[in-house]
């Protein structure tokens, strides 16, 4: 079955800075990665997702890359503010009909002022 | 946001007890999962219900039955647990005919003593 491996684990920056998670899958079957944002005893939100036939996707300071070759994906995060403070985590599915996510174990970032 | 709504939102229970967790969508979707999150554990997908079928029962100990009476609403039957099922419970759904988002509850934080 489908594994999904995510670092860093956690990752501190200053507000301002960019920051970078990363993922890699080991099924090439997979073909939707959607990132979650978790704050502090808050549900998993989705923040942005990309489809295996799209390399690349923005939305305003977050952007996803995908590399179906290498089969890894990266979350990037550019001018970090403290409400960016949160576990990230992304996930890989095969669409059968329903969603089947494998997750990471999550990113724990934190934004310093 | 309250596409979907759990009850309990805390629920403490002795090893002996038989409680039940609740959820509810009001988003239109047809299918609906239950995850387990843990400490320094990615998000474990336990029950998929699609259409009201069960489709993916991920080697789940059958101290926890899930039910799905209708599209709208899981149920996650819970009995004889031990200590080491004390976690945060995610009910999710998403449209299951189309490429669909999963959208998560706030959860149920469960604590077995």
């Known amino acids: 079955g489908e594994n999904v491996e995510q670092h860093p684990s956690t990752l501190s920056v200053q507000e301002g800075d960019s920051a970078v998670i990363k993922c890699t899958y080991s099924?090439?079957?997979?073909?939707?990665f959607p990132w979650y944002k978790q704050e502090l005893g808050k549900r998993p939100q989705l923040i942005i997702d990309?489809?295996?036939?799209?390399g690349e996707k923005k939305d305003q300071r977050i952007a996803v890359t995908l590399n179906k070759t290498a089969k890894h994906f990266s979350l990037h995060i550019t001018e970090t503010q403290p409400e960016d403070s949160a576990v990230y985590f992304c996930a890989a599915s095969i669409r059968t009909g329903f969603q089947k996510l494998v997750f990471g174990t999550g990113t724990r970032l934190l934004v310093s002022p | 946001e309250t596409g979907v709504t759990q009850t309990p939102r805390h629920l403490v229970m002795g090893m002996t007890n038989k409680k039940s967790l609740k959820c509810e969508q009001h988003l239109g979707h047809n299918a609906m999962y239950w995850y387990k999150q843990s400490a320094k554990k990615p998000l474990e997908l336990m029950f998929v219900?699609?259409?009201?079928?069960?489709?993916e029962n991920n080697s789940v100990p059958s101290r926890f039955s899930p039910e799905c009476p209708n599209s709208s609403h899981l149920f996650l039957h819970l009995h004889t647990l031990q200590p080491e099922d004390s976690a945060l419970y995610l009910c999710?759904?998403?449209?299951?005919?189309?490429?669909?988002?999963?959208?998560f509850g706030e959860g149920s934080w469960l604590t077995v003593v």
């Open positions: 219900y699609s259409l009201e079928e069960r489709v």
């Open positions: 999710a759904s998403s449209p299951a005919e189309v490429e669909g988002t999963i959208y």
């Open positions: 099924d090439s079957a997979s073909n939707y």
């Open positions: 990309i489809r295996s036939n799209v």
